[in-house]
């Protein structure tokens, strides 16, 4: 999972690039929209609560699949209206977005270690979402992960990029 752990990092470095002009736009204004609702509406606050929670929660959620051995799907994950997910968010919204990068790149190694440490036995091991049915820790580790903060990078970029704009 040597790749997967690579653009894990590179998304990481990513955020932390835009450190400076996440800094430069403060104070940003919360968003009334942070929740289960269109996450294009978030703004910078919103959308790095959301990387620095998500980092954290399915982390430990593949930790329990891989733990679970193999020998049956595992219950692991929730979805978008959870309320220990939104009150999460909704904390961490409130603080600066460098102690949010910072959150981040905190966070990103430990994923990226675990990512790459996984064996393909480990990658194999499916677990069952209640909404998404069975997955495999592979396939997990695509979505919630690598492919996931990628979209949030160029999520982050295209709100610098309106926010110069305007």
Known sequence: ????????????????????????????????????????QWGPREVLAHVAEMLSYWHGELTRVVAGGGSAPVPF????????????????????A???????????????????????DEADRVGRHQTRGELTVSDSVQRFFASHLEEHVAQLRDILTAQSVS
């Open 1 to 40: 999972m040597h790749d997967e752990a690579a653009r894990i990092q590179a998304a990481g470095a990513a955020i932390e690039d835009l450190r400076d002009p996440l800094e430069a736009g403060e104070p940003w204004p919360l968003s009334a929209v942070w929740g289960t609702e269109d996450e294009a």
């Open 98 to 120: 460098g102690d949010l990068v910072d959150e981040i790149g905190g966070r990103v190694p430990e994923v990226a270690a675990f990512v790459d440490r996984l064996t393909p």
């Open 77 to 96: 994950g929730r979805v978008a209206s959870d309320p220990s997910r939104l009150a999460r968010i909704d904390e961490l919204r409130r603080r600066p």
